[in-house]
């Protein structure tokens, strides 16, 4: 199965929570603010614009949750890709 047949996941409300999808696992997860998730594989860092960025490697890329901005490292520091 994937992630179109799995629920989301809701807070006490009923308001989607901000999650991922763990492929492995089958199953969505809650994202926090002291999470940040590293995809190994493409080099892409996902968290909250609060969150602190990880050092990180040229080409990387991080993704902000709550305003969708992504930055890309340019070998020494996040530059906002726009």
Known sequence: ???????ILRD???NPIPQYFD????KFKPMTNETVQRTTETG????YSTSPKPKGKHGEAF????????FLH???DW????
């Open 74 to 76: 340019d070998g020494s």
């Open 23 to 26: 492929v492995q696992d089958d």
């Open 63 to 70: 993704i902000e949750l709550d305003t969708s901005k992504v």
């Open 12 to 14: 006490k409300n009923g």
């Open 79 to 82: 530059i906002e890709f726009k």
């Open 44 to 47: 892409r860092y996902i968290g």
């Open 1 to 7: 199965m994937g992630y179109q047949d799995k629920e």
